[in-house]
């Protein structure tokens, strides 16, 4: 926190801030208490703010309500920040499936991959394998359900090495084959912030 004359800047770590949907939210609600945001990447803000005016109390208070929270433990720190590039990766860019997912975090966060994959039983449901197995396959079935691209396409883009091991990882995961989702691809897509949990 850095307090210049009334001024103070913050950067914060959110919990549950895993799509561009929630960056707009977030903006609008700390705009409507003078909250200025001045950067927002999935899963952390900085933001500006007159501290006699507002207090920092109802700033977490006005993220709750929305559905996000603040968190302070560095780990846990880490760990939102490590959940929001595996979102932003699978979900938000293009998937470029030629890059390792270990190689990109450990370039990302500068911390070995084994450090980051202790913190995922620590404070999660979930290994950080299958959580990006959960996102990977969340993906799978956006795509399915949008009908534009093949099975094979699909499997290519997302980093398999075949159609089967695309299928049979589907069918694991969700429980249905491709093609009964296919049939009623509503029933078994995944809000992003529950996959893991």
Known sequence: ????????????????????????????????????????????????????????DDILEK????????????????LEQVKAAITDLVHHTTYNA???NSDYLVERFAVSYQYISSLFPKYENTTLEKYIILHKIEKV???????????????????????QYLSTQFKYVTGVSVSEFKNDPGRYRQPLDKLGA
């Open 63 to 78: 993220l709750k309500a929305a559905g996000f929270i603040v968190v302070n433990n560095k780990e846990e720190q880490l």
């Open 1 to 56: 926190m850095v307090k210049r004359k009334s001024a103070t800047t913050e950067k914060l770590i959110l919990k549950n801030m895993l799509c561009h949907c929630c960056k707009r939210l977030i903006e609008l609600e700390l705009n409507a208490i003078d909250v200025q945001v001045k950067c927002m990447h999935l899963g952390e803000i900085d933001i500006t703010y007159e501290a006699r005016k507002t207090k920092r």
């Open 141 to 163: 079935k956006e795509l399915l359900q949008q009908d534009e691209l093949t099975l094979s396409e699909i499997a290519y883009m997302m980093g398999y090495s075949s159609v």
């Open 98 to 100: 030629m890059v390792r």
